[in-house]
């Protein structure tokens, strides 16, 4: 794309952050997405080399934008549209990590417990 810049609910749903364009104006929105360090509105424009750092709520990124497009495209393209840092893989990779070795008891778990779901945690607790 020729423009110099992209709404920055459309870029993160083009490279892929987020499923939906709604959904990525919603994290923007709730002040989930900053760009280079400041929290934004959907509408803000997202220029070649800006950083961004994405939670869409399980993982954080920081990325550098390489590319724009306003448009979803195969998966491939998507990820040519940024570069993660260095710090960032880093951070993800021991936050993996963490999440192998240091389980949180209710991460299985969607919404509220069942009765065997509160007895499983009772025994596992004991």
Do not use: C, H
Not at 30 to 39: A, E, P, T
């Amino acid at each position: 794309m020729s423009n110099e810049s992209v709404r920055i609910d459309k870029w993160l749903w083009a490279a892929r952050f987020f499923k939906t364009r709604s959904m990525a104006t919603d994290a923007v929105d709730s002040g989930r997405i900053k760009l280079n360090g400041d929290k934004v509105k959907p509408a803000r424009g997202v220029k070649l080399g800006d950083r961004v750092d994405v939670d869409n709520g399980s993982t954080e990124w920081e990325v550098v934008v390489k590319e724009l497009s306003d448009v979803r495209r195969a998966a491939s393209f998507a990820q040519a549209l940024y570069e993660e840092t260095g710090e960032s893989v880093e951070k993800r990779a021991r936050a993996a990590e963490d999440r192998r070795y240091f389980r949180e008891p209710g991460a299985d778990m969607k919404g509220r417990p069942t009765k065997r779901d509160r007895r499983l945690i009772s025994r596992s607790q004991s």
